[in-house]
């Protein structure tokens, strides 16, 4: 099977199968006083201290979560638990582990034709905002369908020159593009171990010293209060040693992959591009080709051995038409045909022409009329 699903799940790295490996057996709890305890201890704190060196924060400020999920969800909650006033912005780009999160009166922020949010419209709303409003922006860092990065170092300034916090959903630009929680000026970032190598079932939330945040998770008191439960000890070390292993790679590497595949799928067919005028994540291909329908590509492309997602793969195997797609005004009869091709640290060069090779070929069956000119 060739991979081309990485923004759905990377495969696990080598070091961290070690390291989760080795903690698993220690088997003590972290907060055991023993030396099995400490030793368990001492895994969890090193990973954390991976992760606050890789985003450029303080481990102090990072507390592991469950995944990607529940850190998006207890910033979110944990912050407009405390923030009086608030009103809420948020675009069509966010994962559903934001959107799902959204208050019903969340003010929409407009997307580009191009899969960037739109600044001008989020100043024109800040604008209006009323005396003692404290905006609250939801913007992730990099799209997970098209992997269009976006603009949130400037979206982040605007609402904190409004008095406001910024969250970050950083899920799937940890371990693929730089991230640097000071630099990009927001209040809370969350991560997710398994979109760079590292194992499923464990992320993080980093946030900013002051910012407001309402424990959700209440009970043993771990994670300085802030998220109770005994913490997934061999899951954050894998976490941990993922983190370090992503940063040695090069965006380059992998944009020449993905733009291997790209420049096969449309020498060959009039597939449409999404996001390609933009900054993208590296290794990541939104396409679409018209009356290809997403479902049968996916299936088709799996009955040629390669594995690869239509648009947002994290629920539940459904396939509807891409929310992403639709607020970057995509017709529908294009959208309902996109497909995401997402590389990653595994990936070889062959890799790009296999599932260049076994798209054409399904396209070509699919879709002849299309192919009819290069025929
Ligand atoms: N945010 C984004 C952008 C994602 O792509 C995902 C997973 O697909 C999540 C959040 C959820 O992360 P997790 O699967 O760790 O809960």
């Known amino acids: 099977m060739i991979y081309c699903d990485y923004n759905a799940t990377a495969p696990l790295r080598p070091e961290a199968r070690e390291a989760l490996g080795f903690a698993l057996d220690i088997g003590a709890n972290p907060s055991s006083v023993h030396s099995a305890g400490r030793k368990a201890r001492g895994i969890v704190e090193k990973a954390r201290q991976s992760l606050a060196t890789a985003i450029g924060g303080r481990s102090e400020d990072i507390v592991f979560t469950s995944g990607g999920t529940e850190a998006n969800a207890l910033a979110i909650k944990g912050a407009l638990a405390l923030v009086e006033k608030p009103v809420v912005f948020v675009s069509g780009l966010e994962h559903p582990a934001v959107s799902a999160q959204m208050p019903d009166n969340a003010r929409r922020v407009s997307l580009k034709p191009t899969g960037e949010i739109d600044l001008d419209d989020l100043k024109v709303q800040l604008d209006a905002l009323e005396e003692g409003e404290v905006p609250f922006l939801c913007l992730m860092l990099a799209n997970n369908e098209t992997g269009v990065i976006q603009p949130v170092q400037a979206a982040a300034q605007m609402v904190r020159d409004e008095g406001g916090y910024t969250h970050c959903d950083a899920v799937q630009a940890l371990g693929k593009i730089p991230v640097n929680v000071g630099l990009l000026g927001v209040d809370y970032a969350a991560f997710s171990s398994h979109k760079l190598g590292g194992p499923q079932g464990v992320g993080a939330l980093w946030f900013r010293v002051g910012a407001p945040l309402k424990p959700q998770l209440i009970?043993?008191?771990?994670?300085?209060?802030?998220?109770?439960?005994?913490?997934?000890?061999?899951?954050?070390?894998?976490?941990?040693?993922?983190?370090?292993?992503?940063?040695?790679?090069?965006?380059?590497?992998?944009?020449?992959?993905?733009?291997?595949?790209?420049?096969?799928?449309?020498?060959?067919?009039?597939?449409?591009?999404?996001?390609?005028?933009?900054?993208?994540?590296?290794?990541?291909?939104?396409?679409?080709?018209?009356?290809?329908?997403?479902?049968?590509?996916?299936?088709?492309?799996?009955?040629?051995?390669?594995?690869?997602?239509?648009?947002?793969?994290?629920?539940?195997?459904?396939?509807?038409?891409?929310?992403?797609?639709?607020?970057?005004?995509?017709?529908?009869?294009?959208?309902?045909?996109?497909?995401?091709?997402?590389?990653?640290?595994?990936?070889?060069?062959?890799?790009?022409?296999?599932?260049?090779?076994?798209?054409?070929?399904?396209?070509?069956?699919?879709?002849p009329a299309a192919f009819k000119e290069s025929a």
Do not use: H, Y
């Open 219 to 367: 009970g043993g008191g771990q994670e300085r209060s802030i998220r109770s439960g005994t913490e997934n000890v061999a899951g954050i070390a894998g976490f941990g040693a993922a983190v370090e292993a992503s940063q040695a790679v090069t965006a380059k590497r992998l944009n020449d992959i993905r733009d291997q595949f790209e420049n096969l799928v449309s020498a060959a067919a009039p597939a449409v591009f999404f996001g390609k005028t933009c900054d993208r994540l590296p290794g990541t291909s939104c396409f679409a080709l018209e009356g290809f329908a997403s479902e049968t590509q996916v299936m088709a492309m799996d009955l040629g051995g390669v594995a690869v997602s239509a648009g947002s793969a994290c629920s539940s195997g459904k396939v509807k038409t891409s929310g992403v797609l639709t607020a970057m005004q995509v017709e529908e009869k294009i959208a309902r045909s996109a497909l995401r091709v997402s590389f990653g640290w595994a990936s070889e060069p062959s890799d790009a022409i296999a599932a260049a090779q076994a798209w054409i070929k399904a396209a070509k069956r699919a879709v």
